[in-house]
């Protein structure tokens, strides 16, 4: 559903799991860090409302995007925990590199998750402009750091439903 018809920071907890004693990842880009420390905030914000301890958040950071499934990948293979979510924001510019970059995480994010046990969710923000990426990180969209966590909660518990 486009943005525009739903804010991302709208979901119902009344259908959302809790968290409690479940370990996450989140794995954040250091390109765009405005925006991608309000992504960041709206996760660990959401993560804990429902139930996730601070010290059961695991956050490393990655200098981009294109660095995020690398991160996500790591956090799997080295850490115990139940999902990793990635944050990052990429901006459309004048040459194909915005292209690259988003095609490069979206395939990298879909391998993981059918290669490994964990639910790595995407958190990518793809815009042509800053202003749409304020927007949808706190902005008058909400926060897609929000919807990244929701997602993480609800894959957990679908993962653990078939273990």
Not at 44 to 53: N, P, R
Not at 104 to 128: C, D, Q, R, Y
Not at 137 to 152: I, Y
Request: hydrophobic letters at 40%.
């Amino acid at each position: 559903m486009a943005t525009e018809l739903q804010n991302l920071s709208s979901y119902d907890p009344s259908v959302t799991p809790s968290g409690k004693g479940k370990k996450f990842g989140i794995v954040v880009s250091e390109w765009n860090s405005t925006i991608t420390e309000s992504l960041l905030s709206g996760a660990v914000d959401t993560l804990m409302k429902f139930g996730v301890q601070q010290n059961d958040i695991l956050i490393e950071y990655v200098p981009g995007s294109f660095e995020l499934t690398f991160g996500a990948k790591l956090l799997i293979e080295k850490t115990k925990i139940d999902a990793v979510v990635i944050l990052g924001c990429v901006i459309q510019g004048e040459t194909p590199h915005f292209t690259f970059v988003c095609d490069s995480v979206t395939k990298g994010a879909t391998e993981l998750n059918l290669e490994k046990e964990i639910p790595v969710i995407f958190g990518l923000l793809t815009t042509h402009t800053l202003e749409q990426a304020k927007a949808r990180a706190g902005g008058r969209h909400g926060n897609k750091g929000d919807e990244a966590a929701v997602t993480a909660l609800k894959m957990v518990a679908l993962n653990e439903k078939y273990k």
